[in-house]
């Protein structure tokens, strides 16, 4: 069985560049999580998704980072215009439905100069 | 507002050793509790799951258990290996969303 894929893996934008994330949960997931991992710390929720609809995103920065699920299945976070603080890996996971265990992907490293 | 502590933030053992890993949090109503190993540059690769109404877990060497009560989960990890070494990460899932808090890990090395 396929993981969760994610691209791409590493990526080096300059402040207020703008940068998307994609990710492919494993099939047949229908729940889809973006966590933000700051080096040192444990992720950070920032959206959820059941199928196409947005479950949580009471984290997302909303005023720069946008994410979508329009057919259910992939996914993309988006960031514009990036700070500096920014700099974090970005983790997609899946579960089959809402509580259960939670399988992650190898995440998408961002650095923001 | 759940919050996960990890304690100690780094461990160093000589292999052979069994080992316990301590996870805390703050609201005993959650769903269930996760356990994940991560290496470094990589992702979280899930070891155990814990529901709510189960008290442990076990997958061969590794032994998570459950105490909500007293908000507590402890991981036993038995004749520790090098290869064992990476961070552990304790997450709580919370409502009935199954959104995981996360603690900020403990960071394990295993001496050969």
């Known amino acids: 069985e396929a993981g969760v894929a994610q691209s791409p893996r590493y990526k080096i934008i300059e402040k207020r560049q703008s940068v998307a994330f994609w990710c492919n949960p494993i099939s047949g997931h229908a729940t889809l999580y973006w966590y933000q991992q700051i080096l040192g710390q444990g992720p950070k929720l920032l959206i959820q998704f059941q199928n196409n609809g947005v479950v949580d995103d009471s984290q997302l920065p909303k005023d720069r980072f946008s994410a979508e699920r329009l057919k259910g299945v992939d996914s993309t976070l988006k960031i514009q215009p990036a700070k500096l603080e920014d700099s974090a890996v970005y983790l997609c996971a899946s579960s089959f439905d809402l509580g259960g265990e939670q399988y992650f992907g190898p995440g998408t490293r961002l650095t923001v100069t | 507002k759940q919050e996960v502590t990890q304690i100690p933030a780094a461990l160093s053992v000589p292999e052979g050793e069994n080992l316990v890993l301590n996870c805390s949090f703050t609201?005993?109503?959650?769903?269930?509790l996760q356990w994940f190993r991560q290496d470094p540059g990589k992702g979280l690769t899930s070891l155990l799951l814990?529901?709510?109404?189960?008290r442990e877990q076990t997958s061969g060497r590794l032994n998570a258990s459950l105490d909500k009560s007293s908000g507590r989960s402890t991981l036993y990890i038995a004749a520790s290996q090098p290869g064992d070494s990476a961070t552990y990460l304790c997450a709580v899932g919370s409502g009935n969303t199954g959104k995981l808090i996360f603690g900020q890990g403990t960071t394990l090395q295993v001496k050969p």
């Open positions: 609201d005993s109503a959650i769903y269930n």
């Open positions: 814990i529901q709510s109404s189960q």
